[in-house]
């Protein structure tokens, strides 16, 4: 399959083609599913690759953010002696917001690049013409398993990210700033609801945003034109335009999930 | 040239195109191209650079839709074929690409498992013998656990030949299988085009530019310019039948009816001279 670049005349035009590239490839990724049910060799290989491989980075990230999120927290509510309540807003920020988006933002810039450059490289090699001449359909056997291992990744994902998080807020909130651990728990659990935090925030939008990203990070690699420039674009647009599409989405979805 | 009315093939012929035009970034690379590709035997297709042989390749094994014509492999139409079609059709087909196209990321093993592995599900020791054989026929068993990037431009074309020739395809195109080996390999894959033809009756097409290379092996010969076949026969009458197509391609010769010099403006006005002569 000849994916080609769609082309515009001015920025507008042009970002305009490549949404719309982007709508139709995904309607080819997904027709291919069915067909991608045979290499799912190569969808756990690469749900180890974008998914196990990004685990370090996700982790002393969430922990980081969780530490700071509460330092930040504990300094405010001091004011109005509410310090006991910075646990329940460090499980919430998290939960909705910070978990979701730094983990699809950390996502993109982790595992999108490699995709679309790798992409990119096996077109620019003939790679992905000798997979069609060996009857092998290069959008179900490289473009789809890398599409569902992401769409799968991100909410495990996102899971450890919150996870962390919590763990690092408890670190410097109970541990070493002495907030009771009772009330650290207690009040986080009161507040926390499963659906509306749980379900639509960390689940719902991290599913969102990993199907995003990594349809915009295969496509790129996909419509790459076969040169050492062109790879390198390709992959700042996947970071560009999946960092866009993310914190744009996130308003859309949060408004309506409210 | 056999009749142009007549679309199905006989048996005698695999590969059967007839007016076949391709428009390719407003240059007309074919017009109204006819040939036929004999069935059991090697046919190289020759012609200068950029006169879309490659292109008739993929026209060929439908990576490529032609603007206009037929192109019948085993008697259908491949332009008209549906993905599904295309896919079990490139099953019976060998491509050898350019640049050889390597899978980057298996050693030379997997890459020539890989037909096997995707469209078969043979146990793993027949698999290992198949692929052990195909390797020792290119000479490079032993280099079975390197990747591809710890091979030689030459070693790497004998891998793709390898995997090419895994499925024992019924058609085999190569597409410049010559370029960049030494003697020794030149030697050595010639004689695997020939043995692979003459044991098995594969169907080889070649495209290449190697006159000697071609003389010792292939049965006939396409010579294309301007996006039709200008001159065909056997290796030997067609080198000699001096119409001045020939004559100037296999004889090297700037002048002729195919320019050296790729389509420009006047030479002296582009360097500045037109002013300072007058």
């Known amino acids: 399959m000849n994916q080609r670049r769609p082309q515009g005349r001015n920025v507008v035009t042009q970002s305009l083609a490549q949404i719309g590239g982007c709508g139709l490839f995904l309607l080819t990724l997904l027709a291919a599913i069915p067909r991608s049910f045979r290499y799912l060799r190569e969808t756990i290989r690469q749900l180890w690759f974008v998914g196990a491989m990004s685990l370090t980075i996700i982790m002393v990230c969430g922990l980081f953010v969780g530490m700071v999120l509460m330092l930040q927290l504990y300094h405010v509510l001091s004011i109005f002696g509410g310090t006991s309540a910075s646990g329940m807003v460090v499980a919430l920020s998290v939960y909705r917001e910070l978990g979701p988006v730094v983990t699809a933002l950390l996502f993109a810039g982790r595992a999108g690049t490699s995709i679309t450059a790798e992409i990119g490289l096996m077109r620019a090699t003939d790679q992905i013409d000798a997979m069609e001449m060996m009857a092998v359909d290069p959008i179900a056997y490289v473009a789809t ?3 569902l291992a992401g769409v799968i990744a991100m909410p495990l994902l996102c899971c450890v990210f919150c996870a ?16 009771d651990n009772g009330t650290f728990w207690s009040n986080m659990t009161a507040v926390v609801d499963v659906h509306t935090d749980i379900v639509n925030g960390v689940l719902f939008k991290s599913l969102a945003f990993g199907a995003v990203v990594t349809l915009i990070a295969v496509y790129q690699g996909f419509t790459t034109p076969p040169t050492s420039e062109g790879v390198a674009y390709a992959t700042t ?5 999946s960092s866009i599409a993310i914190l744009a989405l996130d308003f859309v979805l949060t408004a309506f999930l409210m | 040239m ?14 059967r195109v007839r007016g076949l035009t391709t428009v390719l970034g407003g240059k007309t690379i074919f017009d109204q191209l006819a040939l036929d590709i004999p069935r059991g035997r090697i046919t190289a297709i020759m012609g200068p650079s950029g006169t879309g042989k490659t292109t008739l390749l993929k026209h060929i094994t439908g990576q490529m839709r032609p603007d206009a014509g037929e192109i019948l492999v085993h008697g259908q139409n491949v332009p008209g074929m549906s993905r599904e079609a295309l896919y079990k059709m490139r099953e019976g087909i060998g491509y050898l690409f350019q640049n050889s196209a390597l899978l980057t990321d298996f050693d030379v093993f997997e890459n020539v498992a890989f037909p096997l592995r995707q469209h078969t599900a043979l146990p793993e020791v027949l698999i290992r013998s198949l692929v052990l054989m195909k390797l020792q026929a290119v000479g490079l068993r032993g280099a079975a656990r390197l990747m591809p990037h710890e091979l030689s431009g030459g070693m790497a074309r004998r891998v793709a030949l390898a995997r090419a020739i895994v499925f024992d395809p019924q ?30 009756g594969i169907t080889s097409v070649l495209v290449a530019h190697e006159l000697a290379a071609v003389q010792q092996i292939a049965d006939h010969v396409f010579l294309i310019a301007n996006g039709k076949v200008v001159a065909q026969g056997d290796p030997k009458s067609i080198a000699a039948d001096g119409s001045p197509w020939t004559r100037q391609f296999f004889g090297g010769e700037a002048d002729g009816p195919v320019p050296f010099q790729y389509p420009a403006g006047d030479y002296a006005s582009e360097l500045g001279f037109v002013g300072a002569v007058k």
């Open chain 2, 2 to 15: 056999t009749d142009p009315v007549r679309a199905t093939p006989d048996d005698s012929t695999l590969v």
């Open chain 1, 237 to 241: 647009r996947t970071v560009v335009a």
């Open chain 1, 164 to 179: 962390m998080a919590i763990f690092g807020g408890h670190l410097v909130g109970v541990t070493w700033l002495g907030i």
């Open chain 1, 145 to 147: 398993p890398r599409f």
């Open chain 2, 171 to 200: 058609l085999i195109l190569y597409d410049e299988p010559f370029v960049g080996l030494d003697p020794v390999a030149l030697n050595q894959v010639l004689k695997l085009i020939r043995t692979l033809n003459q044991t098995l």
